[in-house]
């Protein structure tokens, strides 16, 4: 798989201290769409990872559907590259990086017991490793983001890990990883917004950022599913609490209200959103009853901001006066956005096909 080549580059933070060099911030040339994605993403071994609900493979599937639609092709997105333990230690702990070298650590976050039983170096191999691909992925979308106005990572969205806990499938932080890069690393990005729409709280983000005013987060969840996180709820912004098979218009009102709310309420740097269909009524771990329908046509109206999605998911374009959803199709153009310091990335897409790739943007490029 040949991809866009990467120039190294290392620079220091706006406060002129100098942080780790690193490979993540990278240099991309301008041929290459702001889409990240390594083939490594994908985690096979055994068929131990067909014992968890979560598709561990729904990457590539994304992205083999996205060449297939002639979208994408080898040669225009930019390859990840693996966090490097310098990296994983700008926001994890020592200790919590030294517990992952325990293989039964390691099923206990990723909830497939017979990893205990493993060799470490072989959990390293063939699942932190992928693991720590996508998270060095997220990283360099949000400095994609910065560059661009807008980028996407196709893996990541790691949401309930933090700093020093693991879980969920999540064993690296790499949400948190991408906003303090950016906070050390580049000039002017000093203010985040993290709007979460999986199904699941957000709560390793939430303990990381509990007591820090720079990062505003709007969490939409299911009330009665993991993590059920009562002490990160606490830097919960803007909070949106679903019960068991909430429907369409429920969930419509309430996601367009604080949508609305929070983009009336800061005006962020950045923006990170981490997608997810597990809403989807049927998923087998979200617990809601979202139609279909909802991602394939229906507009989210109200105050200004419009919402709309499509089959393969998505691009997102946020600006002053909408929000909306596009279906990814094979040309850009240059459009008029938000403002011109404002850019958003787009952290995970969270089912498979349906959905497929969102993309968020605040300047410079939409897709029609």
């Known amino acids: 798989m040949q991809q866009c080549p990467r120039n190294m580059s290392h620079k220091e933070d706006s406060e002129g201290k ?23 993403y994908n985690i096979t071994f055994m068929g131990l990872e067909k014992l968890h609900p979560f598709d561990s493979g729904k990457w590539g599937k994304v992205i083999r559907f996205l060449k297939e639609e002639q979208f994408l092709t080898d040669g225009n997105i930019v ?21 992952l070298k325990w293989s039964v650590v390691v099923a206990t976050i990723t909830e497939i017991p017979p990893l205990m039983c493993l060799p470490n170096f072989l959990v390293q191999r063939r699942v932190l490793r992928p693991l720590r691909t996508q998270t060095g992925g997220t990283i360099m979308a949000g400095k994609l983001a910065v560059d661009r106005g807008w980028a996407i990572n196709v893996g990541g969205g790691f949401h309930h890990c933090s700093s020093d806990k693991g879980g969920g ?19 002017g990005i000093s203010r985040a917004t993290i709007i979460d729409l999986d199904a699941h709280q957000g709560n390793g983000h939430e303990r990381d950022f509990m007591d820090d005013s720079r990062v505003f987060i709007m969490d939409v969840y299911n009330r009665n599913i993991y993590p059920r996180d009562g002490f990160a709820k606490r830097a919960i912004k803007r909070k949106v609490e679903l019960d068991w098979g909430t429907e369409d218009s429920e969930y419509l009102r309430k996601v367009e209200l604080h949508f609305e709310g929070t983009l009336n309420e800061v005006q962020p740097d950045i923006i990170i959103y981490n997608a997810g269909t597990d809403i989807l009524d ?63 990335v787009h952290c995970r897409n969270s089912a498979g096909l349906l959905i497929g790739l969102t993309f968020t943007e605040f300047k410079g490029y939409s897709l029609v």
Not at 18 to 40: F, K, M, Q
Not at 169 to 187: G, H, M, N, Q, S
Not at 286 to 307: C, E, H, K, M, T
């Open 169 to 187: 499938f999540c064993a690296y932080a790499d949400i948190t990883l991408a906003i303090k890069f950016l906070f050390e690393r580049v000039e």
């Open 18 to 40: 100098s942080s780790h060099p690193t490979g993540l911030y990278a240099s991309i040339p301008r041929t290459c769409l702001p889409i990240v994605y390594h083939p490594d």
């Open 282 to 344: 049927g998923d087998p771990l979200g617990g809601l009853s979202i139609s279909p329908q909802i991602l394939l046509d229906a507009p989210w109206q109200g105050g200004g901001v419009a919402l709309e999605a499509s089959s393969c998911g998505s691009a997102v374009h946020m600006g002053r006066d909408r929000l909306s959803y596009f279906k990814p199709d094979r040309c850009f153009h240059q459009t008029t956005s938000w403002s011109e310091e404002k850019t958003m």
């Open 79 to 99: 390859e990840a590259l693996e966090a490097t333990e310098e990296d994983l230690l700008v926001v994890h702990t020592k200790s919590y990086l030294n517990r």
